[in-house]
């Protein structure tokens, strides 16, 4: 069970605070509800305790996890498979869904590869966006440091193909 004030990763939403635990009546029945504050958009999300681990919920990686995070953005050594774009499209956001950062980390090397080849549809180029944020707030989170400075480095990272 998480904490009020503790941060946790909603799936593709991202990284979010804790702010309350609140017991809810749903259709005749007493729930616990996590009231989540979203930190990059302050949208509010309602989770029922009981369905946290279902949906996703999880902590935020340790400092100690990044490197692999870095890791899996410098292995350019991958087939990205050539598929219709709709169909990379929905792979893609499965992958986002699992709530995974290492799953959105993959998803960001290959549309960057990707990317080199080819023009990326709109959908594409939107999934990378927002592949970059996730990861941009929970390395910025995790490492506590500047959103900046994280955008930075993967500038950087993708610069050296």
Same mark, same amino acid.
């Given at each position: 069970?998480?904490k009020?004030g ?13 702010e309350?635990?609140e017991? #809810?009546?749903?259709i ?15 949208m ?11 949906v ?5 990686i ?6 692999k ?17 709709? #169909?990379?499209?929905k ?19 290959d549309?960057f ?16 966006d927002?592949? #970059?944020?996730?990861?941009i ?25």
């Amino acid at each position: 069970m998480f904490k009020t004030g503790g941060l946790i990763v909603y799936p593709a939403q991202g990284v979010g605070v804790i702010e309350a635990i609140e017991e #809810k009546e749903v259709i005749n029945e007493k729930q616990l509800f996590y009231i989540i504050r979203i930190l990059s958009n302050s949208m509010k999300i309602m989770i029922p305790i009981s369905s946290a681990e279902s949906v996703g919920l999880r902590e935020v990686i340790m400092e100690e996890e990044i490197p692999k995070v870095y890791a899996i953005l410098r292995n350019k050594d991958v087939t990205v498979y050539k598929q219709t774009w709709n #169909k990379r499209y929905k792979e893609y956001l499965d992958r986002i869904k699992t709530g995974s950062i290492f799953e959105i980390a993959r998803v960001l090397r290959d549309l960057f590869i990707l990317k080199s080849d080819k023009d990326l549809s709109f959908g594409e180029r939107k999934m990378m966006d927002t592949a #970059k944020s996730l990861l941009i707030k929970e390395i910025s989170v995790a490492s506590n440091s500047e959103e900046a400075k994280i955008e930075q480095d993967l500038k950087i990272l993708f610069a050296v193909q």
